[in-house]
């Protein structure tokens, strides 16, 4: 529960006339943090047992609807170049609109731990954007991209819980994160070494997925975690 304070950090943050988008990145990371491991915490405290009526899977779930998508959606609206407003306006609507298909889908991963559809992840399209500098239209075709694998049975890797090229899931998704820190630091600045590293590490999950999107429907049904 205490990520919906971070997230709603996050948010002032980014609606903030002062542009504090430094400290919105900080913000989402650290209730990305928060909410890897309230859980666990929770758990260890019995809160299930002392407070039986409450359910924090669902606080789980509008945790993860604001800091990966809602709020994303709003920094690229307010933040990036997305076209006119309209478009723009139209774009965000899409998003948080197509990304209630991902959320509520009972069958979202495969049985080996694929995301089935694009998982929703509007908050790396969005830092992808924002560090690399991306134009209108290059951000317009992406998002619209993304908004329709939303909907389509495309696989994408969970860093940990794939076993196929684990290890190297692992690596490259720590390399990024490194890499990407550190554009988020220097913003606006971006050296061509630390934009090849972003671009290749993370290229590898889109190429991971279409693997095993190629590899088809082997094993299609969701598992319950």
Not at 3 to 9: D, E, T, Y
Not at 73 to 101: E, K, N, Q, T, W
Not at 172 to 200: E, K, S, Y
């Amino acid at each position: 529960m205490s990520g919906l304070v971070w997230a709603s950090l996050a948010m002032l943050a980014t609606i903030n006339p002062r542009r504090e988008f430094t400290w919105m990145w900080f913000w989402l990371l650290v209730a990305l943090v928060v909410d890897g491991v309230d859980g666990t915490l929770a758990r260890r405290a019995k809160v299930s047992e002392i407070i039986p009526w409450f359910d924090g899977g669902i606080v789980d779930i509008v945790v993860d609807y604001l800091t990966w998508t809602f709020i994303p959606a709003v920094f690229m609206y307010v933040a990036l170049p997305m076209g006119p407003r309209p478009v723009a306006g139209l774009l965000m609507a899409l998003i948080l609109s197509s990304s209630m298909f991902c959320y509520a889908n009972k069958q979202w991963k495969s049985t080996d731990y694929y995301f089935v559809g694009f998982p929703a992840a509007w908050n790396i399209v969005a830092l992808m954007f924002y560090v690399l500098s991306t134009p209108a239209v290059f951000n317009i075709v992406v998002t619209l991209i993304f908004v329709v694998l939303t909907l389509v049975p495309t696989h994408y890797a969970h860093p940990a819980r794939v076993k196929r090229f684990r290890a190297l899931n692992i690596g490259a998704v720590a390399v990024w994160f490194l890499a990407t820190c550190w554009l988020v630091a220097i913003h606006p600045h971006r050296p061509l070494g630390l934009v090849a590293v972003v671009i290749v590490s993370g290229g590898w999950f889109l190429l991971a997925g279409l693997l095993r999107s190629i590899r088809g429907a082997e094993s299609v049904t969701a598992p319950t975690a």
